[in-house]
């Protein structure tokens, strides 16, 4: 009897000693499906090849028998197929270690996917608010950040993607002035094609920005109606021009039409917290320049990453979303804030270290690898700190806080993450 996460161990263990076989192969998939079974999919010339399709009749009896009951019955274990790109179709699909040749092809009942990495998107820099924990200050932490840079003024865009628990929205607008509609709206009648109509009744414009604008993209309208209703459908995929659209592609494409419309400098996204299928999409899928991940000292924060930063390394991702992640060490305490910093620091650079950044062999420099030293103020894991301050804490209203914040206090709370986003915007203006 296997587990689950025994799988893949068990793979790497048989595979190597059936290498005759497999290595004759132009490729062979390893498929686990929805509900976790293994079985083998082979090219269909391989057939032809009494050999090779009695070796790899002998290798699926003995994975078959390995992997129980995380497998197909031996009669069942193995499939020809006669063109292999099929046989990848919308699996998350990364190579087996220990098999060049061999390719993991993973089925998930969700659609979010953490292993798909989009490409930074060619419009404005878009900025994603990350956390693993919920109440860490990251909502707050974006509602300052949109009102600095429209002081500096930016044409901000605030979309909340907390569809779960939205709020943010009521931080930098007044009921009177929230719009008619939200995104969860959009993605329902997206699906019966009446998107457009509500486009122009979904943004409103914060009186908190003096010389640029912030556009806030509600999750819902000033009257939220149905909500859970209209939750249920919103991961809804959809089919378009004959072509299927995740619920995530269909965002992405509310993404692009706002933008086009409003012409935003940058825009910020508040994600949902945790290991989430709307954080996944908000993270990986919606082209983000730089993804904030927040984190206070904890385990819940540390086991999460580190579940999330090895998903990434296994899935062979690592390298392209890892330009783009910065830590943030948020609401740091008003005393021994050093110590806490430091530590902070010390287990955040593990974490990258051991799932991130390029391994250096000893005696090696760093030549042309990415890696960071533990204390190296500009490298990823170094946490951008925002200071814990009664003056935010327990707050009956943001949006009345945020009238009264001054220059000099959003840059001694959030003074690094402020320069953070300075420079991310200024480089998407070079581009
Ligand atoms: N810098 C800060 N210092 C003290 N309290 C804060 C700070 N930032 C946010 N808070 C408080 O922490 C709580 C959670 O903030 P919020 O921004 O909603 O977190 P999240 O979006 O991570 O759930 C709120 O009560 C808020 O007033
Ligand atoms: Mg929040």
Redesign the pocket.
């Known amino acids: 009897m296997i587990t689950f996460d025994e799988i893949l161990p068990a793979l790497d263990e048989v595979l190597p000693s059936h290498v005759g076989v497999v290595s004759r192969l132009e490729r062979l998939v390893v498929n686990r499906d929805l509900n976790g079974r293994i079985r083998l999919i082979a090219p269909e010339a391989a057939m032809q090849d009494i050999a090779l399709a009695d070796g790899l009749r002998a290798l699926a009896e003995t994975l078959a028998e390995r992997l129980k009951p995380h497998a197909f019955a031996p009669d069942q274990m193995l499939l020809y197929e006669p063109d292999m790109e099929e046989a990848l179709a919308g699996a998350h699909v990364f190579p087996v270690e220990s098999m060049e040749g061999v390719l993991f092809a993973d089925r998930l009942a969700s659609e979010g996917g953490w292993a798909d990495i989009a490409a930074v998107s060619s419009g404005a820099p878009r900025v994603v608010f990350f956390?693993i924990k919920?109440?860490?200050?990251?909502?707050?932490?974006l509602a300052v950040s949109a009102w600095s840079l429209a002081q500096a003024g930016k044409r901000v865009m605030v979309l909340d993607l907390?569809l779960k628990s939205p709020?943010l929205s009521s931080g930098l607008l007044p009921p009177a002035r929230r719009p008619a509609y939200g995104i969860t709206d959009w993605l329902v009648e997206d699906l019966v094609d009446n998107g457009d109509a509500l486009i122009a009744d979904m943004a409103a414009t914060s009186e908190l920005a003096h010389d640029g604008e912030i556009y806030v993209i509600p999750a819902h309208g000033s009257r939220p109606g149905d909500y859970i209703s209209k939750l249920g459908r919103v991961w809804m995929p959809k089919v378009r021009r004959g072509k299927r659209q995740s619920w995530s592609q269909r965002l992405g494409r509310l993404l692009d039409r706002l933008e086009t419309d409003y012409r935003p400098d940058v825009i910020l996204i508040?994600s949902r917290?945790g290991i989430d299928e709307v954080a996944s999409s908000c993270v990986t899928d919606l082209g983000a320049a730089l993804v904030l991940l927040?984190a206070i000292d904890g385990e819940q924060t540390w086991s999460g990453y580190h579940i999330l930063f090895q998903y990434w390394r296994q899935a062979g991702v690592a390298r392209e979303i890892r330009e783009r992640l910065q830590w943030v060490g948020a609401?740091l305490p008003e005393t021994n804030t050093e110590d806490y910093f430091i530590r902070l620091r010390e287990r955040s650079w593990d974490l990258f270290s051991d799932a991130i950044y390029d391994w250096v062999p000893a005696g090696e420099t760093a030549g042309g690898l990415w890696n960071f030293d533990d204390g190296d103020e500009t490298a990823p894991h170094y946490p951008w700190s925002?200071?814990?301050?009664?003056s935010?804490?327990?707050?009956a209203s943001?949006h009345d806080r945020l009238a009264k914040i001054d220059p000099y206090e959003a840059e001694l709370?959030y003074g690094r993450l402020l320069r953070g986003l300075d420079d991310a915007v200024s480089r998407g203006e070079e581009e």
């Open positions: 956390s919920g109440g860490v200050g990251r909502s707050t932490a907390d709020g508040d917290s927040f609401m925002i200071k814990w301050h009664r935010f804490a327990a707050l943001l709370f």
